[in-house]
């Protein structure tokens, strides 16, 4: 050992022999970028701001696709996710978030931009406006999982004297969070750029959205929030006063208006209306919907997997796909084009069972976001039929079907045996099958290679858009009393569906506002945070199981119980003649199915409206006071 050591001092000695210490140590790093070269050099100050534009958190989106099968939105058909359906209540850490880390790095940020004089002075304002825009993202965020929460505006530093205390700040009021986020996008928005072109980066619009949006969310919580007092804290962390509910519907519905003068526009490109839909949130081209999006490209390295694991199972690009499956209780609640409210119709008056010439049949007539939001049986994708149908069924009721994908068997006993039942399935507990008879389409890329794991998807996550500003205002008018308006902004939505019987004032009701959002903004993000603020959630997700009777009334209703996830499942009736395979000689006919796996219905108790503030946290921070009913 003293022989190695002695070979090393050597080689030390002799380097220090020959070099000069203090130019050695003067040598500027060649990795590295300091930040005196960073800011004065407007591309690198950029780079900067876009590594915090791509933290900006999201609950769900479709990069996390799992998310979506939480509630009654879908069922999760992987083998690694079944436990979404057997709990019978949510944690009460469940979408907590808690990123100071990430907050001191944008105010680290504002402040070096600030006093970036090198910059022109066009630039360093656009640049502290945009990182104000994501800090208000930030903390609207951090209010609508955990209350109020300690308001931090500068980058705080640990002085290592033993004594952190001056560290810790107590939780502001939920209230002074929301008016924080408000009086923030305001002060930003005039100097963000008024570009709609300008789709990944804040604008005024995407400020303007958010400031909607916040202020929408703040005015449901102080109105609806009496209806459950226990959720609160005498301190204000949590809740707000009733009063205050009309000033920030005001300040919700003169926002969404304002960005109504800015140049957006509903999607409007193709004329099969569901297909336009669905074409909404892949076509980068020109979109004047989009308002603000996290954007993704191929050429650049940056993809996501939402395509590869959602594809339908038939043509699947990778031995995968098919994991979220939309709910019967989701796909039920697409109005008819009359503006009713029914079940889709598989029985008669006396229970029979209804026949179909072809399975699209049973979808006619509804509202066109059923078809751009969800993959139905009959229908394509990427130009290849979804062949989703789960056997043959016999004039006595039998079922002839496979447990595997295109499985074939004996169907009228002439010992020769033929396909029964569709290569995606459904076959209940089997992975990437259509267990609930569909497969999404919303956000789905139709691009060839795009459900393959070396190519991926480059299609947009989008934050803001223009459909749902109009719906903000629609609900902002509702509380203010002003339906007429409401109505008026909720049509614009609907017509662009093809539900082109107008809405009236007197049509407009907190049903009607519940239902709306609900297909419009399906798999984008919104219902957990909606069912919260409208205090909801411990209603429909009241723990209680369900029937087919439960399931198929009060469609429509904002306080229906939807606590398990059901299916529906196609199958090919035989009558016995001919061949069974041969179009001519079956027709269609429809069951409601419950997955095996959902065997718990979904429990939402007053403790998951705020989610939990861990030990950790609080131990750390003494002044933070926990969240009620926990």
């Known amino acids: 050992m003293k022989k190695y050591i002695f070979i090393i001092l ?7 022999s020959g070099c000069d ?34 933290r900006m958190p999201d609950y769900q989106s479709i990069t996390q696709w799992g998310s ?23 944690g009460f850490g469940e979408w ?58 500068e980058p705080m530093t640990y002085d290592f004297s033993g004594d952190p205390s001056y560290l810790r700040h107590p939780r502001a009021k939920e209230s002074e969070i929301y008016d924080f986020v408000i009086s923030e996008l305001e002060a930003v928005k005039s100097t963000l750029p008024a570009d709609i072109n300008t789709k990944s980066r804040a604008t005024k619009g995407a400020a303007l959205a958010m400031q909607a949006r916040a202020a929408l969310y703040a ?68 979109n004047p919907e989009a308002i603000f999006v996290e954007d993704y490209k191929t050429k650049s390295g940056k993809v996501h997997n939402w395509t590869i694991v959602n594809q339908p199972r038939y043509q699947a690009e990778e031995q995968e796909g098919g994991r979220i499956n939309p709910s019967l209780n989701l796909v039920q609640s697409f109005e008819k084009l009359d503006n009713t409210y029914a079940p889709l119709p598989i029985q008669d008056a ?18 066109a ?14 130009g290849k039929e979804v062949d989703i149908w789960a056997g043959f069924m016999l004039p006595n009721g039998n079922v002839v079907s496979s447990g595997g994908f295109g499985g074939r068997g004996d169907v009228n006993g002439d ?103 609900k297909v419009e903004l399906a798999f984008e993000g919104h219902q957990l945070w909606d069912m919260k603020r409208w205090r909801l959630a411990h209603i429909v997700w009241d723990g209680t199981r369900m029937t087919v009777n439960d399931l198929l009334t009060g469609i429509g209703e904002a306080e229906d119980p939807s606590t398990m996830v059901f299916g529906m499942w196609p199958y090919k009736f035989y009558d016995g003649n001919g061949d069974p395979n041969q179009a001519e000689w079956n027709d269609w006919v429809f069951k409601i199915v419950l997955p095996s796996q959902v065997t718990n219905p979904d429990r939402f108790r007053l403790g998951n409206y705020y989610s939990e503030i861990n030990d950790g946290i609080v131990n750390n921070n003494p002044l933070i006071v926990r969240n009620p009913n926990q």
């Open 10 to 16: 050597s080689g030390l000695l002799a380097f220090s």
């Open 21 to 54: 210490d203090e130019e050695f140590l003067a040598r500027e790093p060649r990795n590295i970028l300091l930040d005196e070269q960073i800011w004065q050099d407007e591309t690198l100050v950029l780079s900067v701001l876009g590594d915090l534009y791509g």
């Open 68 to 90: 979506y099968a939480d509630f009654d939105e879908a069922f999760a058909s992987a083998f690694g996710d079944y436990w979404r359906h057997r709990n019978t209540e949510y």
């Open 96 to 153: 907590s978030y808690w990123d100071y880390g990430y907050i001191r790095e944008i105010n680290l940020f504002i402040q070096k931009a600030e006093a970036a004089t090198e910059l022109s002075e066009a630039d360093r304002a656009r640049f502290v406006a945009e990182a104000r825009f994501i800090r208000a993202g930030v903390y609207f965020e951090l209010v609508k999982r955990m209350g109020g929460v300690p308001l931090i505006l």
């Open 219 to 286: 005015g449901s919580i102080a109105k609806y929030g009496q209806r459950t007092p226990s959720v609160s804290l005498p301190g204000g962390e949590v809740g707000i006063p009733a009063d205050r509910a009309e000033g920030y519907y005001q300040t919700a519905l003169k926002a969404a208006q304002e960005v109504m003068t800015l140049g957006y526009s509903l999607y409007k490109k193709k004329p099969d209306l569901g297909e336009n839909f669905a074409s909404l949130f892949y076509d980068k081209d020109n």
């Open 350 to 367: 006396n229970g029979n069972l209804i026949h179909y010439s072809d399975p699209t049949d049973l979808f006619a007539g509804r509202d």
């Open 369 to 382: 976001r059923l078809w751009g939001t969800v993959i139905l049986p009959g229908t394509q994708f990427k």
């Open 415 to 517: 010992g020769i045996e033929e396909q029964v039942v569709g290569f995606s399935g459904p076959i209940d507990n089997l992975e990437f099958s259509a267990q609930t008879g569909f497969y999404i389409r919303k956000y789905m890329d139709p691009q060839p290679g795009s459900g393959q794991r070396g190519v991926q998807s480059d299609v947009w996550w989008i934050r803001y858009r223009y459909g749902e500003v109009l719906l903000n205002a629609a609900e902002a008018a509702f509380e203010l009393g002003q339906k007429d308006l409401a109505a008026e902004y909720m049509n614009q939505v609907r017509e662009r569906a093809g539900l082109i019987i107008p809405l009236t004032a007197a049509d407009i009701t907190f049903d009607r506002i519940v239902h709306e959002r």
